[in-house]
């Protein structure tokens, strides 16, 4: 597991950095809650005259009255956008680091296989995406506890699994693509996740765009169903699940019998 640890050493300062951004971010949120709490009954009032601005993002499902509701929607955004941009780089940047870096003959006059080399590069883009999670998990459990207010494990569990699963699929996605390029990937990475983000919002405020859901891992994100439903839609998360095993596949074809640049 050569490869695995000096991807995970390499991607050390950008997984303190992205997770303690992260994870400071959604702790404010929750810090924030108390002072807020008293003017939710207006800020509700208002979220529920706003239309279509209020369905982009989930917020006419939700009490802004209560932390879940509250964390839902603040929380979630902090994570789904930074998890979705962190996932988005590290995958882009997994397999075309060696060409970008000059770096790709030192890495092929070593005795394995490219498979190992797909193989152990992947395990370590789930694995820094899962360390990031963590992190950000304990960041939001320390959070609620410094202000007093009882922690909705269940609700709060499965709203960072679907987050965790949408980051896995934009990682996958992404780590797909890399095979494909050698330089300049980062802005690919960027753009897909933002992509995918607009997306669900479309999907949100128009019902003929409803079908996007299918499309963006962000449709089984949604605040509304895990917190009220306590579920992650499964209708949506399927397609996403083929999608990774698709890309990763993709991935192995690819590199494995890529010209690959020193």
């Not at 019902?207 to 509304?224: M, N, Q, R, S």
């Not at 839609?233 to 192995?252: D, N, Q, T």
């Amino acid at each position: 597991m050569t490869i695995f640890k000096q991807e995970i050493k390499s991607q050390r300062l950008s997984i303190i950095i992205w997770s303690l951004s992260i994870g400071l971010l959604v702790a404010i949120c929750v810090l924030m809650y108390p002072d807020m709490e008293s003017q939710m009954n207006d800020v509700n009032d208002m979220f529920s005259s706003m239309g279509n601005f209020t369905a982009a993002f989930g917020m006419d499902q939700l009490n802004f009255g209560t932390l879940v509701g509250f964390y839902a929607v603040e929380g979630g955004n902090m994570l789904g956008i930074g998890g979705a941009f962190f996932a988005a780089i590290i995958g882009i940047s997994s397999l075309m680091k060696e060409e970008r870096e000059r770096t790709a003959e030192f890495l092929m006059t070593h005795p394995v296989s490219r498979t190992k080399i797909i193989t152990e590069k992947l395990i370590s883009t789930f694995a820094i995406i899962i360390i990031m999670n963590v992190i950000v998990f304990i960041c939001t459990i320390i959070s609620i506890q410094m202000i007093d207010e009882e922690i909705f494990w269940k609700e709060l569990i499965l709203f960072h699994i679907a987050y965790l699963l949408m980051q896995f699929e934009i990682a996958g996605i992404c780590f797909g693509i890399s095979a494909f390029i050698k330089r300049a990937g980062m802005g690919i990475g960027i753009g897909i996740a933002g992509l995918m983000y607009l997306l669900n919002i479309i999907a949100n405020i128009s019902e003929d765009a409803e079908f996007l859901k299918y499309i963006t891992p962000f449709g089984y994100t949604e605040g509304a169903d895990i917190i009220n439903n306590n579920e992650i839609k499964i209708e949506y998360l399927i397609p996403g699940m083929i999608i990774i095993v698709v890309c990763i596949v993709a991935a192995y074809a690819k590199y494995t019998k890529k010209d690959i640049s020193a």
